[in-house]
C-alpha cells in the first residue's frame, strides 16, 4: 500500500517546503487586488507542494486490491494525512506556523473538494483559495493599516487561535467524510 500510495514524497514535499521558504524569506511579489496592486510573501503560495504531493499519493490506487483488503485502506491514508499535518507542523517551527496552519487548512479544503471532484481538481481549489484570499480578502483599517476580511482564513496572524480552531476542525471533517463514488 505504502509502495503504491508512493506517501515517501510527502516528507520530501516538506523538505522543499522548507528549503524554498528559508531561500525566499520575507521576498514578496505583486498581487492584484480590488483595492490596487498588494504584495504577498511568496511563502505564502508554498503549502500547494504538500497539497499536490498529498493529491498525488491520493490518486495512486490499486482498486482491485483495496476492495478486497481486511483493513479499509482509508484509514492507512488518514494515519498518514494526520502525519503529514504533523510533519509540517514540525517544519513549521523553522518556517512559521502560518504556513503550517495553512498546509492543513488547504488538505481540508483540497480532501473536501477530492470528495465531490478527483485529484487534480483538489489541488486547484487550494490554489483558488489562496488567489481569492489575496485578491478578495486584502482590507485596510480606517487609520491606513492593511488589515484582513474576517472569512480570509489564510492571511490571518500565525497566532490567531480562531484561525487555528476552524482549520481543525476543517481537518478533522475532511477525514471524517465518506468517498463519493469510491469503493472504501
Known sequence: MIAVRRWWTVPL??????????????????????????????AYFTPILIVVAVMYCLERRL???????????????????????????????????????????????ALITRRLANEATAAGAGLLLLVINLVLGRTHQPDGNPSHAWWALPLYPAGNLAAWLITVVLFALALTLPEAGRSE
Do not use: W
Open 63 to 109: 482498486c482491485e486490491a483495496e476492495s478486497t483488503a481486511v483493513t479499509p485502506i482509508r484509514r492507512y491514508d488518514n494515519g498518514a494525512l494526520i502525519l503529514t499535518a504533523m510533519l509540517t507542523h514540525s517544519a513549521g517551527l523553522v518556517v512559521g506556523m502560518d504556513v503550517a496552519r495553512n498546509v492543513t487548512l488547504l488538505l481540508a479544503v
Open 13 to 42: 514535499a516538506v523538505a522543499v517546503l522548507v528549503v524554498v521558504c528559508g531561500s525566499v524569506g520575507s521576498s514578496e511579489i505583486p498581487v492584484p487586488s480590488l483595492r490596487g496592486m498588494v504584495g504577498a510573501r511568496l
